[in-house]
């Protein structure tokens, strides 16, 4: 079962953001707390969303972690995944595939133009998972990010001006 993240699910899902950043060899990167998670999910103005995935005993197995962004070309909003993430055991089951289905039908019932992630480029497991719900990598896309010391001399650019 497929449903929308409840407040009760924080430390479940946080948890789970701890493992996926395990996996993905980083196990020192996460720094937020589950306050954070719940404050940008359910605070005043979320612009976060989640879904959990449940088995058939109730107990959380994995969740989507999305929000939305536009693409200027479509003149469209669209979904962009953070994380997805079903616990190792579980795989298989189509957990995975049942919470990106839930995001596309959102993007198709609201109007949105694409449903759009990265995965690292080891993540073969991945890769061949997602090749086979039928998405296309993009190769022509290099993402940048500015981030620590180097975000905060670009802002200090704008108040020398």
């Known amino acids: 079962m497929i449903r929308e993240a409840t407040l009760s699910d924080i430390s479940t899902m946080h948890d789970m953001i701890v493992e996926l950043a395990v996996y993905e060899k980083e196990p020192d990167a996460v720094l937020a707390i589950p306050d954070d998670l719940q404050g ?7 612009a976060l969303f ?7 005993d109730g107990t959380v ?7 939305l962004n536009y693409s200027t070309w479509l003149g469209k909003h669209g979904i962009y995944l953070e994380d997805l993430y079903v616990k190792p055991e579980h795989r298989g089951a189509g957990y995975g595939v049942a919470l990106l289905s839930t995001l596309a039908s ?3 019932e609201r109007g949105y133009g694409r449903l759009e ?8 497991p991945a890769r061949d998972f997602y090749a086979s719900i039928g998405a296309e990598a993009l190769t022509e896309w ?11 001399e670009l802002a200090a650019r704008s108040a020398t001006r």
């Open 40 to 46: 940008a999910l359910f605070g005043p103005a979320p």
């Open 50 to 56: 989640a879904h959990v995935a449940e088995d058939e």
């Open 61 to 67: 197995v994995g969740f989507a972690l999305w929000f």
């Open 106 to 108: 959102i993007c198709l």
């Open 117 to 124: 992630w990265w995965v690292l480029d080891w993540n073969t």
């Open 142 to 152: 290099i993402p940048y990010r500015v981030t620590g010391d180097s975000l905060t």
